[in-house]
């Protein structure tokens, strides 16, 4: 079976993984451990982060290119056994930044719950892994919704209310109440 060549190796996706990681911790240390769930959160500043790395050429619009450009190198970056497939495991270990926030808020079993709602989603034929087809596909259908007007462009708005994977992470951190 052909598996799909990824651009990025080993060393790429660990400074990557770093780089997120120090980016977290940046905005958890920069901002008040109080009223987190408030007003403008680290959630939020981290949903933004992600929209500005998507958006390439800085002119607030992301356009399908850049999410596949994106998505090709999360699935690289996530595929740590390079088969080809993600199984629940590589999902679930795998963090942007929101791992770390997830645990400062005390919602690691939230957080991971939706993690693994959504592989299930991803996952459209049941066989427990997601072939990088299925993973396009997640992330084609979930550009299609966040467009709200169907320009075939996400502005940071749409993307931010949108996007049915940064969506379902936002709220496995907001609180209960
Ligand atoms: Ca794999
Ligand atoms: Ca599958
Ligand atoms: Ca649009």
Redesign the pocket.
């Known amino acids: 079976m052909a598996v799909a060549p990824t651009v990025y190796n080993g060393f790429e996706r660990d400074l990557l993984m770093i780089i997120r990681l120090v980016l977290a911790a940046a905005l958890i240390l920069i901002l008040p451990l109080v009223s987190v769930a408030q007003d403008l959160s680290k959630d939020q500043l981290l949903a933004e982060l992600t929209f500005d790395d998507l958006d390439q050429h800085g002119n607030g619009f992301i356009h399908l290119g850049h999410v596949e450009e994106f998505r090709q190198f999360v699935f690289g970056s996530?595929?740590?056994?390079?088969?080809?497939?993600?199984?629940i495991e590589?999902w679930v270990r795998w963090d942007y930044g929101f791992r770390v926030l997830s645990t400062e808020l005390d919602r690691v079993e939230a957080y991971e719950t939706a993690l693994k709602v959504m592989f299930a989603v991803a996952d459209r034929n049941g066989d427990e892994?997601v072939s990088e087809t299925e993973h396009r596909k997640n992330s084609l259908a979930a550009f299609e919704r966040a467009d709200l007007n169907n320009d075939e462009l996400l502005t940071e708005d749409e993307y931010l209310g949108g996007f049915t994977i940064l969506v379902a992470i936002r709220a496995a951190l907001q609180p209960d109440d």
Do not use: A, I, K, Y
């Not at 996530?78 to 199984?87: F, I, V």
């Open positions: 996530m595929d740590q056994d390079e088969d080809g497939h993600l199984n590589e892994l």
